[in-house]
T-cell receptor
Framework: DSGVTQTPKHLITATGQRVTLRCSPR?????VYWYQQSLDQGLQFLIQ???????AKGNILERFSAQQFPDLHSELNLSSLELGDSALYFC??????????????FGEGSRLTVL | DQQVKQNSPSLSVQEGRISILNCDYT??????FLWYKKYPAEGPTFLIS?????DKNEDGRFTVFLNKSAKHLSLHIVPSQPGDSAVYFC??????????????FGKGTKLSVKP
């Protein structure tokens, strides 16, 4: 158990819809990262938040947005969903940005299926 | 354009023998390299890392070798055990990517260790 909690574990929805994925980082971790893993692809970095502020952006679509709340949990919002958005979405957390140890703690992922 | 490549989608090894997983990268600015292991229905877990200023890092049965001139790293597992059967992801950190936690992952190699 990494200590990172993601909900929901599975989600099935239709094209054009909007969903919200939620992540609770490990206790004390200030940084939250979102990654997308599509079929046969490696994990693609989407976005990072550090203590409530956006720190880095990767290949995140404009239809996607995220935020980190004062209690440090984070939400990833996916809107106007397309078939190609079907993927496993991982949240990860780390203790402190800047003191890089290389270790991110990943949740079990949220599997999104768009029909 | 893949900056981190794992050219072998799968590898099968006999228990007790050595497993060698390979990874190539293109960006000479990467300063940190990591290996993550992933079991089905779980998130990736950190295994071992190496700084770009080193050429070897060892942790128990796991050793990572870095050849900067060839832009190549490898993970050696000796001896291999059935519990090592998992997907192994190679990842690299780009300090110019805004955050060192913005890891760039390969597509993974599925290791099967047969008893």
């Amino acid at each position: 158990d990494s200590g990172v909690t993601q909900t929901p574990k599975h989600l099935i929805t239709a094209t054009g819809q909007r969903v919200t994925l939620r992540c609770s980082p490990r206790s004390g971790d200030l940084s939250v990262y979102w990654y997308q893993q599509s079929l046969d692809q490696g994990l693609q970095f989407l976005i990072q938040y550090y203590n409530g502020e956006e720190r880095a952006k990767g290949n995140i679509l404009e239809r996607f947005s995220a935020q980190q709340f004062p209690d440090l949990h984070s939400e990833l919002n996916l809107s106007s969903l397309e078939l190609g958005d079907s993927a496993l979405y991982f949240c990860a957390s780390s203790a402190e940005d800047g003191l890089f140890t290389g270790e991110l703690f990943f949740g079990e992922g949220s599997r999104l299926t768009v029909l | 354009d893949q900056q981190v490549k794992q050219n072998s989608p799968s590898l099968s090894v006999q228990e007790g023998r050595i497993s060698i997983l390979n990874c190539d990268y293109t960006n000479s600015m990467f300063d940190y390299f990591l290996w993550y292991k992933k079991y089905p229905a779980e998130g990736p877990t950190f295994l071992i890392s190496i700084s770009s200023i080193k050429d070897k890092n060892e942790d128990g049965r796991f050793t990572v070798f870095l050849n900067k001139s060839a832009k190549h790293l490898s993970l050696h597992i000796v001896p291999s055990q059935p519990g090592d059967s998992a997907v192994y992801f190679c990842a690299a950190s780009d300090p110019h990517g805004g955050s060192q936690g913005n890891l760039i992952f390969g597509k993974g190699t599925k290791l099967s260790v047969k008893p």
